[in-house]
């Protein structure tokens, strides 16, 4: 659950917090509660110290220490002040019990700190601005019924989204291993693709069901997943751009920090009047994630020989194929078992309430007043709601192919939540 020891101090993630950035979370989970409780917070910022001016060097008397280019007196550097930034959930568009459920909807098995801290990272510490940013994002799901893409299985979003299934089959796109940063590769054949071929609503479901499926597979201390578009058979027939849009909304709104890298692969003359005009649209910080590669050997830059698939020839060494794994008859009967799902679902409710009174004690606490005591208690039940989730995951969530073995009886997904890539070199 945590990343301490893997990655430098400073960097905002479960276990590597400076003392500023840990009162920013403490700060951020201060206003969460408040929020929730009275519906409204004024989220008023600590005040900025204002350095000691620097002594100004004594200047010669002549040459260029002095005249016009003399000494005087230095003046202080006059700190940025944030305004006090009042924010209601009826502005926002949410009830208290929506925020909290779906809080813990999209923390599934994740340290609900790093859910957190993606949203104060995006907003650069800002308090206020990552707050709204969460709840916005909590919005959308609401708006979206994002849960239906847990709840229901490939056949039943198959029913309500038409072609939801052949895009699967086809092989649009799938997931497979892991880049050298062992964040999972999604892999996109844009060729395959048409803008007409199928509803917008499909492919805005099937957009958002690779984000939630594509959560499991990402396994602590990594928080992030790879993206590699093959460009290498692209017509303008394959341009969608409400797709594109679709896409740089979830990444820098809905999902904020975690895309690691976003590779537009071998992409042809063709394409790049397309992204003059995508280009335009990006954030600086999503556009700095991106890179384009022109060989397979580029590739291997970013994903281990031994990971990627032979397709990219004179590169990968993995003899991968993808094949859809068909939904298996009775995978889902364990989510008509009412009774365990009752009795699973109140556990982890009760886990839930003990992390909200631990995290309303370590929030109210300074640095040094014990905060280290109650912090532990707050990473133990962090560590147990993780477990508790794949407890219920298979009573309250449908099976995916991830969780389907392959012909060899293997499946990625494994009971409790570790993945196991397989690789034939």
Request: some cysteine; charged content about 20%.
């Amino acid at each position: 659950m945590s990343i301490a020891g893997s990655t430098p101090e400073g960097t905002g993630r479960v276990g590597t917090l400076t003392p500023e950035q840990t009162q920013s979370l403490k700060n951020l989970w201060k206003a969460f509660y408040e929020i929730q409780e009275k519906g409204t917070v004024t989220i008023t910022p600590d005040p900025v110290p204002v350095p000691e001016p620097t002594p100004a060097p004594v200047a010669a008397s002549t040459g260029w220490g002095g005249g016009w280019f003399g000494s005087a007196a230095t003046t202080p550097a006059v700190p940025v002040v944030e305004l006090p930034m009042t924010i209601t959930l009826e502005e926002i568009g949410l009830t208290s019990a929506q925020l909290r459920q779906s809080f813990w909807n999209n923390v599934l098995s994740d340290n609900p700190d790093s859910l957190v801290l993606r949203f104060l990272r995006a907003r650069k510490w800002h308090v206020g601005n990552g707050l709204t940013m969460l709840l916005k994002a909590f919005k959308w799901r609401v708006e979206q019924d994002v849960e239906d893409v847990k709840i229901f299985g490939d056949e039943e979003l198959d029913q309500r989204y038409p072609k939801f299934m052949h895009q699967l089959r086809i092989g649009k796109f799938w997931i497979h291993g892991t880049d050298k940063n062992n964040s999972p590769v999604v892999y996109l054949n844009v060729h395959l693709h048409r803008a007409g071929d199928q509803d917008y609503k499909t492919l805005e479901r099937l957009t958002i069901y690779l984000m939630e499926t594509g959560r499991l597979l990402v396994q602590a201390p990594v928080e992030t997943v790879t993206l590699i578009f093959d460009l290498s058979q692209f017509g303008l027939a394959n341009m969608d751009y409400n797709v594109v849009k679709l896409l740089i909304s979830l990444f820098e709104q809905m999902y904020p920090e975690v895309l690691s890298s976003l590779i537009l692969h071998n992409a042809p003359l063709v394409f790049w009047g397309a992204w003059k005009i995508i280009e335009g649209w990006l954030d600086p910080v999503v556009a700095s994630k991106i890179k384009f590669t022109y060989t397979a050997q580029d590739l291997l830059d970013l994903v281990p020989a031994e990971h990627l698939p032979d397709t990219f020839q004179g590169a990968g060494l993995d003899k991968f194929q993808y094949k859809y794994l068909e939904p298996v008859p009775g995978e889902n009967d364990l989510m008509k078992d009412e009774t365990t799902k009752a009795q699973l679902n109140k556990e982890w409710d009760a886990l839930c309430v003990q992390y909200d009174a631990n995290t309303h004690e370590w929030a109210s606490k300074n640095a040094g007043e014990g905060d280290a005591q109650v912090a532990q208690e707050r990473e133990a039940i962090a560590k147990a709601l993780h477990t508790q989730y794949y407890k219920m995951e298979p009573y309250i969530r449908a099976r995916s192919q991830f969780h389907r073995k392959d012909a060899n009886g293997r499946s990625v997904l494994q009971s409790g939540g570790s993945v196991a890539w397989s690789y034939n070199n």
